[in-house]
Each structure stands twice: as C-alpha cells, then as structure tokens.
C-alpha cells in the first residue's frame, strides 16, 4: 500500500487501521440491527465487502476509518475516521461504537481525536457528519461535539440529516474544546457516575 | 499491519497491476452494461468505486487478491482477474472479468497468470472458479484452463447460483 495508516493514541484508546483479526467484531455489528442506520443490518459478504473497502478507502483517499482497541487489552471498541466513498457530497467524519461498547463515551474520545487529526495532519477546513434523523445516539453524539445540523447542506440521498462540525479555529484552545475534553476526561476517571444515561 | 504490496505481474501480452483512481470509470461503464449480468450487475458508479476499494482491501486483509488488467502495448484497463477468497467463501477462487478485447484469448492468458502466482507465490493447492451457468464465454475460459465442472452449485450472496470449476491441481500443471 502506498498509504500508511497513521496510529493514534489517546487517554483510553488506541486507534490504528483495520486488521484482519479485527473482522469479526466489525461484522457481528454490521450485520447486526445495530447497522440499521449504517445501510445495514448486511448479509456477511456485504459486510466483508465493506470492510475491505474501508482500507481500500484509506488507499484512494488517503485517509478514512480507524479502528478503535482499548490501550490495555486491545480489545475492539469501534470504528472513528473520515469517510468519502463516491457519491458523498462532502468528507465526512464518521463513528460506529459496538453495540455492547456504549455507554463508555468511548465515541467521541475517538471521534474527537480523529477530527483533531484530519483538521491539523489533513488539513481539512470543515466536516460533516451525515446521520439518519432517527439515530438519535449519533446526533446526540455529533452536538457533544459540537456540530450543528446544516440544512443547507446537499445530503447524500434525502434520507439523512447533515451536522457540519465547528471549523479548526472553533477548537482551537476554546470552550467547546476544553468542554469536550472535560467530558471525556469525566468518562475515563473510574470515580466518575454520570447523572444522566451515557448513550455513546 | 504489515502491509501488503501488490505485485506487478507481466504476461506475453498484458500487465496485471494494482487498481488505480482512473480504473474506476472502464470498470464502472463494464458494470453499468449488459455484460456484467453474469457478475451481479448492473451496478451504479459508486457501487463499482468500493468494489474498487473492497478489491484493494482483499490484498491487505488476505495477502492476495485481484489484478487489473491492461494491455502492454494500450493504456487502460481492459479488466479485472486474480483470486478472490472472502472469509466465509467455500474455498479461494480464480476469477475473470474482461470488458475490452474479448477474444482474443487474454481472460484464459491473465487467469492462468493469476492461477500460477496462486501455486507457486501463494502456495495454494487447489482453486475454484464460480461461474454462471449461462456464461458461455466464462465457461469456456474455464474448461481451456483445464477445469472441471463439479457436481455441487455455489449459492453467491449477491449474484445467484454459480457452476463451481475445479481447476488442475499444482502438480498436474508441472
């Protein structure tokens, strides 16, 4: 490949490229009900399919979709990256937490992270998170971060709402930032119970 | 990850290398027509760009995967062949998709190219090729290869049922 995937640590995670061994998990949630916002729930050559797109993906574009592994165990937690198949209007940055794996803020620790990077090792000047309306875990998730909905914006196909994410200057030692950092700092300190139910 | 390089492989008369951006559009004007029914087509634009993606992937997450194939002596890809060997396949397979310069014999001169990089790089024992019963064009392809019909059918997830094509084992080729 002529792209190297890039590593990416955090305070609880681990993000580096897909790897064979990590298919399984990818696909027990993608042909899961979990998938149903995601194109899915896929049959299993689909959700093969998918996965090998998504390092073909890193190839073309030369970025996309991360896999996330807790630093200790290395355990698979999800997937966070940007995403551009052909056909989407914009790049987007996108996020899938296993279903079993929520709860943690696991995703937007992730997400978080992978924006810092397109937005200073990418250079990208804006994003957008395209979300079914009905995922209400992934808007939410989008507004912790954030992104505000953007009618303007051309969606992929009717169906999905866009979130335009705040631009680079927006995150750039200010008070959404450091909001989203003590949110996920809250989630990562063992001592810490949230009031609320977490959803991702 | 250790990262996989896709290989480079020349023929008497074409090149098998790794897919390209500018690959996308011959291969998605191929889906797009009549002659990719026996492949699960049609298929739109931005379906044959991730196949385009998934083809590259199958090199990383597998060690082997599929070519495109071009002329030596004309720019442009004229198809796709190599192997093909999902998680849940029944076996690793050889496959074939030509859309310019059917004829002339370069299906059968990259898919024996592809069955030998199978063999002797790979160090597989044994290929398959799925075909659809109505592609007679595929079919003979095959049998040239020297493969065999086998009795049992393979349900494809996305294209039907598929004739399974037993190819000649290594030593039988030696």
Same mark, same amino acid.
């Given at each position: 490949m002529n792209t190297t995937i890039p590593v990416i640590e955090t305070r609880r995670l681990v993000l580096r490229g897909p790897e064979p061994q990590d298919y399984p998990d990818f696909k027990a949630t993608f042909t899961s009900y979990r998938a149903r916002f995601m194109g899915g729930p896929l049959n299993a050559y689909e959700a093969w399919m998918l996965y090998s797109a998504e390092i073909g993906h890193w190839e073309i574009r030369g970025y996309g979709m991360w896999m996330i592994?807790?630093?200790?165990?290395?355990?698979?937690?999800?997937? #966070?990256?940007?995403?551009?198949?052909?056909?989407?209007?914009?790049?987007?940055i996108a996020w899938v937490i296993w279903p079993d794996k929520a709860g943690h803020g696991y995703a937007l620790e992730a997400t978080h992270a992978v924006r810092d990077y397109l937005y200073r090792e990418g250079r990208?000047?804006?994003?957008?998170?395209?979300?079914?309306?009905?995922?209400?875990?992934?808007?939410?998730?989008?507004?912790?971060?954030?992104?505000?909905?953007?009618?303007?914006?051309?969606?992929?196909?009717?169906?999905?709402?866009?979130y335009r994410h705040p631009a680079p200057a927006a995150l750039d030692g200010t008070q959404l930032a450091h909001g989203i950092d003590m949110e996920i700092n809250h989630y990562a300190d063992p001592l810490f119970k949230p009031k609320g139910w977490a959803l991702d | 990850m250790k990262e996989v390089l896709i290989p480079t492989i020349e023929t008497d008369r074409l090149i098998l290398r790794a897919p390209a951006p500018a690959d996308v559009a011959p291969f998605a004007a191929f889906y797009a027509s009549d002659a990719a029914k026996f492949v699960g087509g049609?298929?739109?634009?931005?379906?044959?760009?991730?196949?385009?993606?998934?083809?590259?992937?199958?090199?990383?997450?597998?060690?082997f995967g599929r070519w495109i194939v071009a002329r030596k002596n004309t720019p442009g890809a004229i198809g796709l062949v190599g192997l093909h060997a999902p998680p849940d396949w029944p076996e690793p397979e050889v496959g074939w998709m030509l859309w310019d310069g059917n004829g002339k014999g370069y299906a059968a001169e990259a898919a024996r190219a592809a069955r030998d990089y199978a063999y002797e790089t790979v160090g597989l024992n044994t290929l398959i090729s799925s075909i659809?019963?109505?592609?007679?064009?595929?079919?003979?392809?095959?049998?040239?290869?020297?493969?065999? $019909?086998?009795?049992?059918?393979?349900?494809?997830? $996305?294209?039907?049922?598929? #004739?399974?094509w037993r190819h000649p084992a290594p030593e039988a080729l030696s």
């Open positions: 592994h807790d630093r200790q165990t290395d355990e698979t937690y999800g997937m #966070a990256g940007g995403w551009k198949p052909a056909k989407w209007p914009e790049a987007e990208w000047e804006t994003a957008v998170s395209y979300i079914d309306p009905k995922n209400l875990d992934s808007i939410r998730l989008a507004e912790r971060l954030g992104a505000v909905k953007d009618p303007e914006a051309a969606t992929i196909d009717g169906n999905d709402a866009v | 049609p298929l739109r634009d931005f379906q044959v760009w991730r196949y385009t993606a998934e083809v590259i992937g199958h090199w990383q997450l597998r060690g659809a019963p109505e592609n007679a064009a595929s079919i003979r392809v095959a049998e040239g290869m020297g493969a065999r $019909l086998e009795p049992k059918n393979f349900e494809h997830p $996305l294209f039907g049922t598929m #004739a399974v």
